[in-house]
Antibody, heavy 118, light 112 residues
Framework: EVQLVESGGGLIQPGGSLRLSCAAS????????MSWARQAPGKGLEWVSV???????YYADSVKGRFTISRDNSQNTLYLQMNSLRPEDTAVYYCARGSGSVTAPYYWGQGTLVTVSS | DIVMTQTPLSLSVTPGQPASISCKSS???????????LYWYQQRPGQPPQLLIY???NRFSGVPDRFSGSGSGTDFTLKISRVEAEDVGIYYCVQSTQLPLTFGGGTKVEIK
């Protein structure tokens, strides 16, 4: 069974850093395209980043240069390093897994809430 | 970026009646591979999104057959043949033909 469990969210001051983790089970993270998406309170969904099986990573313009996606195959875990956080980064962050060569999320975690506020 | 436009913003449906949601993209979602990367997700209150339909018209594992997807190019539709109480939530279309992935604004489905 595919499972994705996010952790690492919390309250952080503007300008601060946070690292989100997504522990995967039922598959290996380096075998699928893995993404992060987010949802601000009461708002719609926004794609944040993807790391392809080959290791290439891409970002939404809104986070480029501030966020870094990575994975640890030995821990079977996906990460999102978030620096220079802004109030507008406040959201529930979801990790998600694609299928085959497809980037679109087929499986989603439950999400972790990040609140950027002073 | 490809812009995804969903209509209507909300639907109030009597149980047992059909519902239809439209999604239009600002450019064709057909790739050179011949596949069209248009997906539909359901997000129930307080839950993460769940995949309903992949590549326009394929129901994901476990999705009831009252859900169906259709369309091509830039115009797509999600239909629920007979709405049930458990179908309450927000429905999103998403394209992954081109990065960045982009989501429609969502359609809220309520039960009358």
């Amino acid at each position: 069974e595919v499972q994705l469990v996010e952790s690492g969210g919390g309250l952080i001051q503007p300008g601060g850093s946070l690292r989100l983790s997504c522990a995967a089970s039922g598959f290996t993270v380096n075998s699928y395209h893995m993404s992060w998406a987010r949802q601000a309170p009461g708002k719609g969904l926004e794609w944040v980043s993807v790391i392809y099986t080959g290791g290439s990573a891409y970002y939404a313009d809104s986070v480029k240069g501030r966020f870094t996606i990575s994975r640890d195959n030995s821990q079977n875990t996906l990460y999102l390093q978030m620096n220079s956080l802004r109030p507008e980064d406040t959201a529930v962050y979801y990790c998600a897994r694609g299928s085959g060569s497809v980037t679109a999320p087929y499986y989603w975690g439950q999400g972790t809430l990040v609140t950027v506020s002073s | 970026d490809i812009v995804m436009t969903q209509t209507p913003l909300s639907l109030s449906v009597t149980p047992g009646q059909p519902a239809s949601i439209s999604c239009k993209s600002s450019q064709s979602l057909l790739k050179s591979t011949g596949k069209t990367h248009l997906y539909w997700y359901q997000q129930r209150p307080g839950q993460p999104p769940q995949l309903l339909i992949y590549e326009v018209s394929n129901r994901f594992s476990g999705v009831p057959d009252r859900f169906s997807g259709s369309g091509s190019g830039t115009d797509f539709t999600l239909k629920i043949s007979r709405v049930e109480a458990e179908d309450v939530g927000i429905y999103y279309c998403v394209q992954s033909t081109q990065l960045p992935l982009t989501f429609g604004g969502g359609t809220k489905v309520e039960i009358k």
